[in-house]
């Protein structure tokens, strides 16, 4: 984990334990030759030393395929489903960036005939996208305020299962928050931009609509977001360079404007003098915090 990975973690611990709720920890490995078992015992490892400690779990999504298959039947039986055979270059081709770093599907292959999906098939597997209507989603966030998609127009068209077999994301966390009772999702900002297209499959699959609050992103120079790459930003050179998880916290805390200082504090500690309704008012209008 990296310095923007625990401050999203510790946000959503304070925002769920602020309300008395419980911590479900799931560990999102859809993609199997990815998610080896070493990775997912270190992070585990990592939450339990910050003190992030979980309620329910850990749930696993690699033994969830039943579940996604029912989720995605139920939407091919109403029509809502068909196979898109566009490659990355075709969509980049047929539509300019739109909101954040998504591109806005055209609708290049939903009226495919019965003739031009078997020969497409023949030459390359599709992936399976959800027709959306012309529709305006809206919800308030937590800490972004009012927000609001016209999935035909701010979307299209999106995929939800890949051309490997793989369901995707989208699928399969909605199918998951509904089915293990997550009513409040607290994540990046940059997901911001998915929650109505989870929202419309929320109604299309029976589901409650979640609370939401996406944290601001914690960023590297030239407000580059964090990763792997950014060695100086992860746990391990944290650790070695503050010397205590209390630390650790401490200074992620202070950087984001949760504490007045990065003095040491441990999670619990935080939790007594966190300010639910305060979150607007800490992080107004900003999306990003840098970390150098």
């Known amino acids: 984990m990296h310095a ?17 709720g419980r911590i479900v920890l799931r560990i999102e490995d859809l993609d199997v030759e990815r998610s080896k078992s070493s990775y ?4 585990q490892r990592d939450f339990e030393n910050l003190g992030l400690t979980w309620d329910e779990g850990p749930y696993f999504q690699n033994n969830r395929n039943e579940a996604y298959q029912a989720a995605f039947d139920s939407l091919v039986d109403r029509g809502l489903v068909y196979p898109c055979f566009c490659t990355r270059a075709d969509l980049h081709a047929a539509s300019a960036p739109h909101r954040g770093e998504k591109l806005v599907y ?7 005939s019965p003739e031009d999906v078997r020969t497409r098939m023949a030459d390359r597997k599709p992936s399976y996208r959800l027709v959306v ?27 939800i299962r890949r051309s490997d077999g793989l369901f995707a994301y989208q699928l ?27 929202m419309y499959m929320q109604d299309l699959l029976g589901y409650e609509t979640a609370q939401y609050a996406h944290v601001p992103l914690v960023v590297g120079e030239k407000d580059r977001r964090l990763s792997k790459r950014d060695y100086d930003a992860a746990l391990d050179e944290l650790l070695a360079a503050y010397k205590t998880p209390e630390a650790v916290i401490g200074h992620i805390a202070g950087i984001t404007g949760l504490t007045p200082t990065t003095e040491p504090v ?12 305060a979150l607007p008012r800490l992080f107004p209008d900003n999306v990003q915090i840098q970390w150098w």
């Open 4 to 20: 923007g990975n625990i401050f999203a973690a510790l946000m959503s611990w304070l925002i769920v334990k602020a309300q008395g």
């Open 40 to 43: 997912i015992d270190q992070i």
């Open 106 to 112: 055209a609708g290049t292959c939903r009226d495919l």
């Open 133 to 159: 209507p012309n529709e305006v989603y809206k919800l308030t966030d937590r800490i972004q305020g009012p927000y609001e998609q016209n999935l035909a127009i701010d979307c299209g068209d999106y995929v």
């Open 172 to 198: 399969a966390v909605v199918v998951d928050d509904g089915e293990q009772g997550v009513n409040c999702i607290v994540r990046g900002m940059d997901l911001l931009c998915s929650t109505p297209q989870q």
């Open 266 to 277: 441990s999670c619990e500690e935080l939790l007594a003098s966190f300010d639910l309704d």
